[in-house]
C-alpha cells in the first residue's frame, strides 16, 4: 500500500489508496452541461378566520406566472400578480413562495394533471378536495412529497409548507408580506 499523502482544500492529510486513469483528450475546451429544468412555485398563505377552510392557511401552484388554487367555489386561475394582490391587500393575508425545480416533462404532466382536476371540478371538501389537498397530490404526480402521509390523512398548508421546505427540489423561499 502506498505512504504517498495528498492535502485536502479543508487542510485534512489524507492517504492516497488509488489512483484511476481516464481517456485522454485533446480537446482541453469547457463543455458546457445542459439540464432539462425549469421552475414552479407552491405559495402557502396564513390563516382567516372569517372564511370557510381559511382557518387553515391557503396553498397555490404557480407555472408561468399562472396561479392555480381549489376554492370552495371552484378553481381559481388568475395571473400571479393578481393573485398577491387579493392575498396581500384584499386578504390581509403574508405567504410563502416554495420555488421548486422540475423538468419540462414534469411541468407538461403537472399542467395535464391540473387541467383534468378543473375540468372535473369535484365538490369542495375541506377533508379530501381542499386547496391543501389537491396541491398536494398534484405535485405527488410529479415526484415530489408535499406532506407527510404519516400523519393524518386532512392535508394541511402548514404540513405543505414543512415538506416543501425539507425538499431537495427546492430553489428558494420568498416572503410576500401583506400590505400595511
Known amino acids: 500500500m502506498s505512504e504517498e499523502t495528498i492535502t485536502a482544500p479543508n487542510g485534512e492529510k489524507l492517504r492516497k489508496i488509488s489512483s484511476v486513469k481516464t481517456t485522454e483528450h485533446t480537446d482541453k475546451k469547457v463543455k458546457s452541461i445542459y439540464t432539462d429544468s425549469t421552475t414552479l412555485e407552491v405559495i402557502i398563505s396564513d390563516s382567516r378566520l372569517i372564511s370557510s377552510g381559511s382557518q387553515f392557511g391557503h396553498v397555490a401552484i404557480i407555472i408561468d406566472n399562472v396561479v392555480y388554487g381549489r376554492a370552495p367555489k371552484g378553481w381559481d386561475v388568475d395571473s400571479k400578480s393578481n393573485y398577491l394582490v387579493r392575498q396581500q391587500v384584499k386578504m390581509n393575508r403574508d405567504s410563502v413562495g416554495f420555488v421548486l425545480r422540475i423538468s419540462s416533462t414534469e411541468k407538461s404532466k403537472l399542467l395535464s394533471l391540473i387541467k383534468s382536476r378543473i375540468s372535473a371540478n369535484t365538490p369542495y371538501d375541506l377533508g379530501s ?24 390523512p386532512l392535508i394541511t398548508p402548514t404540513d405543505m409548507a414543512i415538506a416543501l421546505g425539507r425538499s431537495k427540489r427546492l430553489s428558494t423561499n420568498i416572503t410576500y408580506p401583506k400590505s400595511k
Open 129 to 152: 378536495d381542499s386547496c391543501s389537498s389537491n396541491a398536494a397530490e398534484l405535485l405527488g404526480g410529479i415526484g415530489i412529497q408535499a406532506h407527510d402521509p404519516r400523519w393524518s
